[in-house]
């Protein structure tokens, strides 16, 4: 870092200047200056000059206003003179706080929190109580919104005095005549009410949490789902079920969906909280109402939840009540729906057992797999290692790999190529001997298939095979099939194989390319179809890459892939010269013999 004399370059007015630009930027890269700037004036000129013009300094636009409230949270205390000092950044993020822009003032809150961490309860008592008082009381609404996000940070810090008059501070929030600030209150109640004492939480916590979960507002209820399950778990069964299960019942039939999609999606984070009796006693019945809920929204969000709450209930009651509902939404109308139960079901074959999975949801995964969305089949065949794990890969493939053999033949070309996209994932969860067996063949037939695109895909889908399975499984069961099919009277056949071999070679090793590949690609250099030629040619250089990686396939690229492209240069095409060209140059930069 440059030398920077205090009194020649005068910093304070270096930064004025540039705050004072008409150019955004340059006043974008003075606030991000600010901590060389205050290194530079000294901890007392910083807190004497830098601070108070700072806090003159925000009729700006917001990104640098923004910049602003991001600089002051980033240790700029220590530039100050230490952690004594912290307080006095507290001015300007007190002004910031209180802006309109709503990242600003976000961020701004965030800083302050940030800074909180660091002042003793003497400065806490001192300056941010003071502060806290001033947003919370504000003429503006912004301010207000601003305040809620600063209680919990210090309240486990302030006397019992203080303590009394933030719960008192809070709840005039939650009754704010502002939506905006009463969102705020509802979405850090539950961060504040965790540091509350018992007594209090039963006292004050309960009474701003019912305030606010009755709001004429559903964006101000739907927030108060988070604050329900953290004043559940700082309560005992017993005192749950006398305080808040009307509360739970009420959010579960709530008239908005988006308060119901709420609770769908924290439903076992709430079961976990409320303990086990009330889950038994009263949360399966919400569940399954949930599940049964007339938005699609609603009803995958608990989809979603599926495996997580029926490990806090009996596999009689999931059978009883749960599996029925997961019937119906296995047919269900949304294709987001059936796409999210697709996700989750298998979550539940490991807490049924193998002999209920094989009754009950062996046929619903059957269904799922020959759903009309490629998603319900992809989110169906991504967790299959699971159901494997519980019914074992016998009865698996039994029932699961007809139907996808089925849908790998469907007439819709791109039904097929969606199933070739997923087989890398079933090859890796069902292992190297089942897929031989049974997949194998399947995939090589891809290669010949009608549609280029599913031709395409299927090479791709033979690299990634070897990525999983190792290159040797490659050299035994995928090359041998690739190279017969370079000898094919139909050239698309054989354009195939350099496609394949074009893919595959960046997982092959030098010995594999030597022994296997390399005959086969040397011998369609002289083959009639242009188009395979020049394909050949990009092949070549693919090859010579693959080989410059050690001194045995440098030599080997130098004395069989430099002549041949050097005779695809010279061909009639004016297409396989191009290509040829490109490849001599690549193969000859790399061939150099070590």
Excluded at 372 to 385: A, M
Aim: charged letters at 25%; glycine letters at 4%; proline letters at 4%.
């Amino acid at each position: 870092m440059d030398k920077i004399d205090n009194d020649e370059l005068h910093p304070i007015a270096i930064l004025i200047d540039e705050l004072k630009s008409e150019d955004v930027n340059l006043r974008l890269n003075a606030i991000h200056r600010i901590s060389t700037i205050a290194l530079a004036l000294g901890p007392q000129r910083a807190r004497e000059e830098l601070i108070p013009f700072l806090q003159d300094s925000l009729d700006d636009e917001d990104e640098v206003l923004l910049a602003l409230a991001d600089e002051l949270g980033k240790g700029m205390d220590e530039y100050l003179g230490g952690k004594q000092y912290a307080h006095l950044l507290l001015g300007p993020l007190e002004n910031l706080a209180a802006v309109e822009e709503t990242l600003v003032r976000d961020k701004a809150t965030e800083s302050i929190n940030k800074i909180a961490a660091v002042l003793s309860p003497q400065q806490i008592e001192e300056f941010y109580f003071p502060l806290l008082k001033r947003l919370t009381t504000g003429e503006w609404f912004t301010s207000r919104t601003s305040a809620a996000a600063l209680y919990a940070s210090v309240y486990a810090s302030t006397s019992p005095q203080t303590q009394e008059e933030l719960r008192r501070l809070y709840s005039a929030l939650a009754a704010d005549d502002t939506p905006m600030v009463r969102r705020a209150a509802a979405r850090h109640l539950g961060g504040l009410a965790a540091k509350f004492a018992k007594e209090h939480v039963l006292s004050d916590a309960l009474q701003i949490y019912r305030k606010l979960s009755t709001d004429d507002q559903d964006s101000v209820r739907l927030l108060t789902v988070e604050d329900l399950i953290a004043i559940a778990r700082k309560l005992q069964p017993a005192e749950v079920k006398e305080q808040l299960l009307m509360s739970v019942k009420s959010s579960v039939s709530d008239k908005s969906w988006r308060v119901r999609y709420m609770v769908a999606d924290h439903f076992v984070q709430l079961a976990e909280a409320v303990g086990a009796d009330i889950v038994k006693d009263e949360l399966v019945s919400s569940y399954v109402a949930l599940l049964k809920d007339n938005e699609a929204e609603v009803r995958s969000s608990a989809a979603g939840q599926l495996p997580g709450f029926s490990a806090l209930i009996d596999p009689e009651v999931i059978l009883a009540r749960i599996l029925p509902c997961v019937k119906d939404l296995s047919t269900d109308s949304s294709q987001h729906v059936r796409a999210a139960l697709g996700m989750h079901i298998s979550g539940v074959a490991p807490l049924l057992g193998r002999d209920p999975t094989i009754e009950h949801l062996l046929p619903l995964f059957l269904h799922l797999l020959k759903d009309e969305f490629p998603d319900v089949r992809l989110n169906i065949i991504s967790k299959l290692e699971t159901v494997n794990s519980v019914i074992g890969i016998d009865l698996l493939s039994q029932s699961l790999l007809p139907a996808i053999v089925e849908l790998a033949e469907d007439k819709q070309w791109r039904v097929r190529q969606a199933i070739i996209e997923y087989i890398p994932l079933l090859a890796n969860q069902l292992g190297v001997h089942f897929f031989d067996e049974q997949l194998g063949n399947l995939c090589m037939s891809w290669l010949g298939d009608n549609v280029y695109s599913i031709r395409e895909a299927a090479t791709v889908n033979l690299k990634r095979l070897t990525e999983v399975f190792g290159v040797e499984w490659a050299r035994n069961a995928i090359v041998p099939k690739v190279l017969q099919m370079g000898g094919h009277p139909n050239y698309l056949y054989r354009m195939t194989t350099i496609f394949a071999i074009t893919s595959l070679a960046p997982t092959l090793t030098t010995e594999v390319i030597r022994e296997s590949v390399l005959g086969t690609v040397l011998s369609l250099v002289a083959d009639p179809i242009p188009n395979i030629r020049f394909n050949v040619a990009k092949a070549l250089e693919v090859l010579a890459i693959t080989l410059a990686t050690t001194s045995e396939g440098k030599d080997l690229a130098h004395v069989k892939i430099v002549p041949a492209v050097q005779t695809l240069r010279s061909d009639s095409d004016p297409d396989v010269r191009y290509f040829a060209g490109k490849a001599f140059e690549k193969a000859a930069q790399l061939a150099v013999v070590g």
